[in-house]
């Protein structure tokens, strides 16, 4: 794989550029507001992200408060309860995880990592971003509208989503479906790129089997995401028009609380195959990028190549098409005709095949490597454990019969959290701590990095792994209180106390970590330009920050692809992408790694 | 060292976890202990991986921390032979799962030519269920015959509604060892007629009509709980299920009143079309 085609590289032209023609921004509002360098957006998107991600927090709070403690608190009642859980619900999957991991990771890494200047379409790029700013706002603006916001669930199933018995029927559902219109329309802008950027912005030499894998996964989801997103789309605005002109894509005849409306002829189960059509690519859409970055950190600080690429780029390109294949394993109990639950089960268990492959190659790196506990690597750690978890916990959920049972659980939720909420969450923190040093040229407090990791995973560990017991119990999901039922023991109350005192630790401990990331912006180790002495393009950059346009007069050229650490007979434990083969340094190489 | 001793203690202590936990299923009383055992069998499979990718972790990085007098690191970017074993022993072990799971899931769609149908009916937030009656047919039923005196929605046209008998607000009786088909219908919005003992859950969608089967193996009250949500009121759509000896069960049904007795049928009908 460390082969170098040098013809491939003699061939192209260098590409220097005279610095006019960068375009380069002439004043503040150009460079820090309406700026349409990729960099500066990414930090828009994930500052922005963050803030809804600590709201979001603070939802999960309430709702456990409730659960832990029913009744103790007058405010959360019924109502405020399914409000608390839709909002949480949608804006982590949504309009934290998806936005920081494509928004977010994927504006600052593909330039930096394929070796371009930025995104191709830097304009549309912009409008990405101020489109997710108006949905975060429409978003955050039911909770002021009248009735306040939806209280359907976060899968906003019809026809109890637009119907009086639930809370935030008046506004709150319409405020959702438009800023989720809008999150889709600007999301789509941003994909567009990301997607063209890997395809078309490559540096020389930077083939695509030369690309780091969080490039990888970055490109792999936002094509997904094109795909996806649509079926999201077209499913809000039917029901938006369910909603507001009165139309039944939906709709069936029914009554409420003993009316009859005017409805009828629609179907509540299309809107199921549409949202999970969207839904599941959804939740590949937010773990791709996350296996592609924590690959990255896995192969960098145990300082050893990762262990079959190519089966990791197949594998990555297995799942991405099988998730579409498989979205009706969130419906074996729908109603929907059964005869689909063997072709369900049989594409959802398969696609545990490629993903096994993945965990596999994770551990067979960190085997006979030289493992560095830095921050980065813990929160790898962290994440394969906690992945790995709530996988297998979804071999019982894809496997239809075994669902049935279990589906609507608790054993539901505690899957989800594990298997896409904790374990990306962990790779976000692993990539902050990471590249945290190129996008500030700081550290961030290695100290406090450890100490917010080990609560935060230990705590969530804690948390979500007795969960599942919960929903074996039969404890159904998305009730406000578990209530009196001759089969729930009084333990099971008292689990559900410690899960909320254990959930409110750890969010707390989430303080720590923006402590860390505001103080050390100012007070951090000042970090140089490769502080890990990692291989791939974005630890190369002239300066640290980059500046708009990232590489200076030249771009730089690509001989091999990223994950050369330890080559035998090599004097130095890494060979960047662009050291030409005649620089490689040959020769023994002092036995520490140099790197604490 | 401490990390991997934190990943030993979490391969370890979710096993002693699982050992010890007072939350466990509810004892079974239904024909449905296949599921129990699929589940059984996927535990078995999915612990095992669990524990050996989580030791397998510790032991690496106990083993392979960064030391001043390194070993060597090995430089293999593939090893086509392990990662083809990996792939055929982790089909094997999905196979295992799938195998059994879709053989349960046949039996669990298939209903038997002699189950009794029983319908139950949801709407925001109660339980109602109706019996054939002696002729052993529902009648049809359609939203817009709903009314105060035809809660349910039956079609007054049909003559094998008429001996349909109505639960409303009331438990659902079956009889023991006898097959059940439950078909399913809401008035308003998705709900799902759970019984943590039966195993079973199907939801009730408005505009079409489910169903799900089982066999009652156990007497005893057992409580219904709305699966899907469903709005303010979901946590509290509960009810009870009444599984009976035959002769019980007789005893309670000889108390049920038909939904029309016969002379009612005719003249409101003609009114309503």
Same mark, same amino acid.
């Given at each position: 794989? $460390?082969?170098?085609?040098? &013809?491939?590289?003699?061939? +192209? $032209? %260098?590409?220097?550029?005279?610095?006019?023609?960068?375009?380069?921004?002439?004043?503040?509002? %150009?460079?820090?507001? #309406?700026?349409? &360098?990729?960099?500066?957006?990414?930090?828009?998107? +994930?500052?922005?992200?963050?803030?809804?991600?600590?709201?979001?927090?603070?939802?999960?709070?309430?709702?456990?408060?409730?659960? =832990?403690?029913?009744?103790?608190?007058?405010?959360?009642?019924?109502?405020?309860?399914?409000?608390?859980? %839709?909002? @949480?619900?949608?804006?982590?999957?949504?309009?934290?995880?998806?936005?920081v991991l494509l928004g977010g990771f994927g504006n600052y890494l593909i330039p930096l990592m394929v070796g371009a200047r930025d995104m191709v379409f830097p304009y549309a790029n912009m409008l990405s971003y101020w489109f997710y700013l108006l949905a975060v706002v429409i978003l955050l603006a039911s909770f002021f509208a009248p009735g306040g916001p939806t209280g359907a669930g976060w899968t906003l199933y019809p026809p109890q989503a637009i119907l009086s018995g639930t809370p935030g029927q008046e506004s709150g559902i319409i405020l959702m479906l438009v800023s989720l219109i809008v999150f889709i329309a600007g999301? +789509?802008?941003?994909?567009?790129?990301?997607?063209?950027?890997v395809l078309q912005?490559? %540096?020389? =030499?930077?083939?695509?089997?030369?690309?780091?894998?969080?490039?990888? =996964?970055?490109? +792999?989801?936002?094509?997904?995401?094109?795909? $996806?997103?649509?079926?999201?789309?077209?499913?809000?605005?039917?029901?938006?028009?369910?909603?507001?002109?009165?139309?039944? #894509?939906f709709m069936p005849s029914l009554i409420e609380l003993g009316t009859r409306l005017d409805y009828g002829g629609g179907s509540p189960i299309l809107f199921q195959h549409l949202f999970w059509f969207f839904g599941h690519p959804e939740v590949y859409i937010v773990a791709l990028p996350a296996f592609g970055i924590v690959s990255d950190l896995i192969a960098t600080h145990a300082r050893r190549n990762i262990f079959g690429y190519r089966m990791m780029v197949w594998a990555i390109l297995a799942i991405g098409a099988l998730s579409f294949v498989v979205w009706a394993h969130h419906m074996y109990v729908s109603g929907m005709n059964p005869w689909f639950g063997f072709f369900f089960a049989t594409t959802t268990l398969i696609i $545990?095949?490629?993903?096994?492959?993945?965990?596999?190659n994770w551990i067979l790196t960190l085997w006979r490597g030289d493992i560095h506990l830095t921050v980065p690597m813990l929160f790898a750690l962290g994440f394969i454990v906690t992945f790995v978890n709530g996988g297998l916990s979804g071999l019982f959920l894809g496997n239809v019969v075994v669902d049935v049972p279990l589906s609507d659980t608790m054993f539901v939720v505690a899957h989800f959290h594990m298997v896409m909420g904790i374990a990306p969450v962990l790779v976000i923190f692993g990539a902050i701590y990471h590249w945290y040093p190129k996008v500030t040229g700081r550290m961030m407090n290695e100290a406090l990095g450890k100490l917010h990791f080990w609560i935060t995973f230990l705590g969530t560990?804690?948390? #979500?792994?007795?969960? @599942?017991?919960?929903?074996?119990? =039969?404890?159904?999901?998305?009730? @406000?209180?578990?209530?009196?039922?001759?089969?729930?023991?009084?333990?099971?109350q008292m689990l559900n106390a410690y899960i909320t005192v254990l959930a409110l630790i750890v969010g707390a401990a989430q303080l720590l970590f923006l402590f860390n990331l505001i103080w050390s912006i100012r007070h951090g180790r000042e970090a140089g330009g490769n502080p890990w002495r990692a291989t791939s393009l974005e630890w190369q950059t002239p300066e640290t920050p980059p500046p708009h346009g990232n590489w200076g007069k030249e771009q730089p050229a690509v001989y091999r692809w990223a994950y050369d650490y330890n080559v035998p007979g090599v004097a130095q434990d890494f060979i960047p992408q662009n050291m030409p083969p005649e620089a490689v340094p040959l020769g023994a190489r002092p036995a520490s790694g140099g790197m604490s | 060292m401490y990390v991997a001793l934190a990943l030993f203690i979490i391969a370890i202590g979710s096993v002693v976890f699982h050992l010890l936990s007072p939350w466990w299923w509810t004892?079974?009383?239904?024909?449905?202990?296949?599921?129990?055992?699929?589940?059984?069998?996927?535990?078995?499979?999915?612990?095992l991986v669990f524990?050996?990718?989580?030791?397998?972790?510790?032991?690496?990085?106990?083993?392979?921390?960064?030391?001043?007098?390194?070993?060597?690191?090995?430089?293999e970017p593939e090893n086509k032979r392990l990662e083809w074993w990996l792939t055929v022993g982790t089909a094997i072990g999905v196979a295992a799962m799938l195998a059994p799971g879709l053989y349960v899931w046949r039996q669990f769609i298939t209903v038997p030519p002699d189950a009794d149908e029983v319908e139950i009916v949801a709407q925001q937030w109660q339980w109602s269920y109706r019996l054939p009656g002696p002729d052993g047919r529902l009648g049809a039923t359609a939203i817009r015959h709903i009314s105060d005196d035809n809660p349910l929605g039956l079609d007054p046209d049909d003559p094998r509604g008429a001996d349909d008998i109505m639960v409303q607000g009331g438990e659902l009786h079956l009889p023991i060892g006898r097959p059940v088909k439950a078909v399913l219908r809401s008035l308003d919005v998705l709900h799902d007629f759970y019984v943590p003992e039966f195993r079973a859950k199907m939801d009730l969608i408005p505009g079409m009509v489910t169903y799900f089967w089982l066999t009652p193996t156990r007497t005893g009250t057992f409580e219904v709980l709305c699966a899907e949500m469903c709005g303010v009121g979901h946590a509290f759509m509960r009810g009870f299920v009444v599984v009976a000896e035959e002769s019980d069960y007789r005893a309670w049904l000889e108390q049920q009143q038909p939904a029309r007795p016969t002379a009612q049928r005719t003249v409101p009908v003609m009114a309503e079309r």
């Open positions: 794989m $460390a082969d170098v085609p040098l &013809d491939r590289v003699a061939e +192209t $032209a %260098t590409t220097e550029v005279e610095d006019l023609s960068l375009h380069h921004p002439h004043s503040w509002l %150009t460079r820090y507001v #309406f700026s349409q &360098d990729a960099k500066t957006i990414s930090i828009q998107y +994930t500052v922005t992200a963050l803030v809804i991600g600590f709201i979001a927090l603070f939802l999960s709070w309430l709702m456990r408060l409730q659960l =832990g403690f029913p009744g103790t608190f007058a405010f959360i009642d019924a109502a405020a309860y399914y409000q608390l859980i %839709t909002m @949480h619900g949608m804006m982590m999957i949504v309009y934290v995880l998806t936005a999301f +789509t802008m941003g994909g567009l790129n990301y997607v063209v950027t912005g490559r %540096t020389r =030499g930077m083939t695509l089997m030369r690309m780091p894998l969080t490039v990888w =996964g970055i490109f +792999t989801a936002s094509v997904m995401a094109l795909l $996806a997103f649509p079926a999201l789309f077209v499913a809000s605005v039917m029901m938006l028009f369910d909603k507001l002109f009165g139309t039944s #894509f $545990a095949v490629p993903t096994a492959i993945k965990v596999y560990y804690a948390i #979500f792994f007795p969960m @599942h017991y919960l929903g074996l119990l =039969g404890v159904p999901r998305r009730y @406000h209180e578990m209530g009196e039922a001759s089969f729930f023991p009084a333990s099971a | 004892p079974i009383a239904s024909n449905w202990s296949y599921i129990d055992h699929t589940i059984t069998i996927t535990f078995w499979i999915t612990g524990v050996a990718v989580v030791l397998f972790m510790a032991w690496c990085v106990w083993r392979y921390r960064h030391r001043p007098q390194q070993a060597e690191v090995l430089y």
